[in-house]
């Protein structure tokens, strides 16, 4: 090998280490933030696709007010619990709920898992609707429920 070759060897190997150190010592160290905007890699993939409203079906029990199209989506409004019906989105797509109360959400995971997540979405403080953000990659239901048995409004939200 030529002094040539060793040096530029020598070059290659301290960039990889100088990349390296970069790497690791400007990484968050902290779990994040959910609600946070993405950073500036996410861009270059696209958005994430939403399931579209007009997809899913709804099934209350009680029987509740037949659902209605708004600007921002699909309306469900039920007394205590409802099931959603997602058709198969063709790829993993998220779907969006939105309510200006509290609601709780479960819902099958994505993939093979044999899963099932439950949780319970609250408005923020700063007056800001509760939001459920549900991964689907195939047919599936979603069931909501009104924590305190008053009813709920949750829309089926495009974005």
């Known amino acids: 090998m030529s002094g040539r070759q060793k040096l530029l060897l020598a070059a290659l190997g301290g960039l990889l280490v100088a990349l390296y150190l970069i790497a690791v010592g400007g990484g968050r160290h902290d779990r994040g933030d959910p609600a946070a905007r993405p950073g500036w890699l996410s861009g270059l993939g696209g958005g994430a696709a939403t399931v579209d409203p007009a997809t899913v079906s709804v099934a209350c029990a009680p029987p509740a007010a037949p659902p209605t199209a708004s600007a921002d989506g ?44 439950r949780d319970e979405v609250s408005p923020g403080d700063e007056g800001t609707a509760a939001v459920a953000k549900v991964a689907v990659d195939r047919a599936t239901e979603v069931t909501l429920r009104c924590p305190g048995g008053d009813g709920c409004t949750v829309t089926v939200a495009r974005s």
């Open 74 to 117: 699909t309306v469900v409004t039920f007394p205590t619990g409802c099931l959603l019906r997602v058709a198969d989105p063709g790829g993993l797509r998220t779907l969006v709920l939105r309510s200006p109360a509290a609601f709780e959400v479960t819902a099958p995971a994505p993939g093979d898992a044999e899963v099932t997540v």
